[in-house]
């Protein structure tokens, strides 16, 4: 099992009252698996990613990444498997403004020591993602297709075990949102997990199951 949540809560406290934002969710995803989740706007939906991807803590509940406890390791600990294990696609404009393209890609490598260099890495993922003339733009020149593209290459530098997407094509046109999603496929099928949310229904078709977060609670819908 690469991903395990059990029986996972969030909730929150704003002023005098609390939002359980995340209800007892329990969800498995093994290597290889492109899992979709679809709901409205306040479901819950980031509020679940920011938990799996350790923004977040949950308020009760486990969270084990290749039977690790994320939930239980030390913050340093946690971060550092977090940024060798999951890629993590924000929701909205994630680019750094004053990186280069390239150097948004490589960012992530830079973080924790490693041996080698992630030059040929970024620009492989960009030439992938179709902007590899762009490595050297600076990402307000870029389209908001070509800027999310930039993130998802940024996720997939450290070469992740688990991919987690916050709504990637959410102001994308058509063409460039069926590009994404077949990227996502063909991660997928490279061996690596890919966790999906999004409120288009119509971009789940590509996934192995998709499940439905409503007012904080997720169900599998096929
Ligand atoms: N830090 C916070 N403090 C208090 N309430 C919060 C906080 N973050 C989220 N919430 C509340 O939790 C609920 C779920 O929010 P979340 O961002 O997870 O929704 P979402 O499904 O991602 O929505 P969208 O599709 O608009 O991105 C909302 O009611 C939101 O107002
Ligand atoms: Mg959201």
């Known amino acids: 099992m690469l991903l395990d949540l059990q029986d996972v809560s969030r909730v929150f406290r704003r002023e005098?009252?609390?939002?359980?934002?995340?209800?007892?969710v329990s969800l498995q995803i093994e290597s290889g698996e492109f899992v979709s989740i679809i709901g409205r706007s306040g479901s819950g939906k980031s509020t679940l990613i920011n938990l799996i991807t350790g923004l977040l803590q949950p308020t009760s509940g486990?969270?084990?990444?290749?039977?690790?406890?994320l939930t239980a390791l030390p913050d340093a600990q946690a971060t550092k498997l977090r940024n060798a294990r999951i890629g993590y696609v924000p929701q909205g404009q994630s680019t750094i403004s004053n990186l280069s393209v390239i150097d948004n890609v490589r960012l992530p490598f830079f973080l924790f020591p490693r041996e080698g260099t992630p030059d040929a890495k970024a620009e492989e993922l960009l030439t992938r993602l179709g902007i590899g003339q762009l490595a050297d733009a600076m990402p307000r020149s870029l389209s908001g297709g070509e800027q999310r593209r930039v993130a998802i290459a940024r996720a997939l530098i450290n070469t992740p075990s688990l991919v987690v997407a916050d709504e990637p094509t959410g102001d994308l046109d058509s063409a460039n949102t069926q590009a994404i999603i077949r990227l996502f496929r063909e991660i997928a099928d490279g061996g690596t997990?890919?966790?999906?949310?999004?409120?288009?229904?119509?971009t789940t078709a590509a996934g192995d199951r998709v499940y439905r977060m409503e007012d904080g609670r997720l169900t599998q819908e096929r």
């Open 16 to 24: 005098k009252t609390t939002v359980e934002a995340v209800k007892h």
């Open 193 to 202: 997990a890919v966790l999906m949310v999004t409120h288009e229904v119509d």
């Open 62 to 69: 486990r969270i084990f990444l290749d039977g690790e406890e």
